[in-house]
């Protein structure tokens, strides 16, 4: 079992930077696969960001390309997503999601567990 709890999200001008951070629990932290997706009003669930166990491999969306960064430190069992050049259209309540396969990214029905999610607002 793998417990996620999100912080780190806010508001925030466009143009700024955000860090969201996910906590994990669980010895077994390591061996999962870690996702970033966002949600917004109306919206269905938005892949952001994946990472593998080891932290060398990453892929981001087109959208986020080039402006968000993943990482994680499995020593604190904790994943990062640093968000710059922040745009109104980043907003949306973000989750970190869990899996066993570093496969099929975007796909949220291939994710274990979730967190509750943080939210992020990008005013203009």
């Known amino acids: 079992q793998v417990q996620l709890v999100e912080s780190g999200g806010g508001l925030v001008q466009a143009g700024g930077s955000l860090r969201l951070s996910c906590a994990a629990s669980g010895r077994t932290f390591s061996s999962y696969a870690m996702g970033w997706f966002r949600q917004a009003p109306g919206k269905e669930r938005e892949f952001v960001s994946g990472?593998?166990?080891?932290?060398?491999?990453?892929t981001y969306a087109d959208s986020v390309k080039g402006r968000f960064t993943i990482s994680r430190d499995n020593a604190k069992i904790t994943v990062y997503l640093q968000m710059n050049s922040l745009k109104p259209e980043d907003t949306a309540v973000y989750h970190c999601?869990?899996?066993?396969?570093?496969?099929?990214?975007?796909?949220?029905?291939?994710?274990?567990?979730w967190g509750q999610g943080t939210q992020v607002t990008v005013s203009s």
């Open positions: 990472i593998n166990w080891s932290g060398g491999s990453t």
């Open positions: 999601a869990a899996k066993v396969k570093s496969t099929g990214w975007d796909n949220p029905l291939s994710y274990d567990y």
